[in-house]
């Protein structure tokens, strides 16, 4: 059982940044893959990105790439979301996920999710 509770999330304006934070509960963190999906108002959720157990291997969407950064700390069971040049259309709640595939983050699948953090983005 992983319990994830995600931080950081918050209001700023267009341009600025927001790093958010996955703290996991329990001793087998790091063989989990974990990803982060959003979920913007009357939207479906969606990918962000992805990063592997070891932290060796990341995916990004399309939208985000060169602009957000994931990454994750085992010794300290947290995973990172820098996100910079934050845009209007980066407002949604953030969830974070943990699967022990990361194939199945990348197509919207996890087996732990967290309760999400809302991010908005003035322009």
């Known amino acids: 059982q992983v319990q994830l509770v995600e931080s950081g999330g918050g209001l700023v304006q267009a341009g600025g940044s927001l790093r958010l934070s996955c703290a996991a509960s329990g001793r087998t963190f790091s063989t989990y893959a974990m990803g982060w999906f959003r979920q913007a108002p009357g939207k479906g959720r969606e990918f962000v990105t992805s990063?592997?157990?070891?932290?060796?291997?990341?995916y990004y969407a399309d939208s985000v790439k060169g602009r957000f950064t994931i990454s994750r700390d085992n010794a300290k069971n947290t995973m990172y979301l820098q996100m910079n040049s934050l845009k209007p259309e980066d407002t949604a709640v953030y969830y974070c996920a943990a699967d022990r595939d990361q194939w199945r983050l990348r197509v919207g699948l996890g087996d732990y999710w967290g309760q999400g953090t809302q991010v908005t983005v003035s322009s």
């Open positions: 990063i592997s157990w070891s932290g060796g291997s990341t």
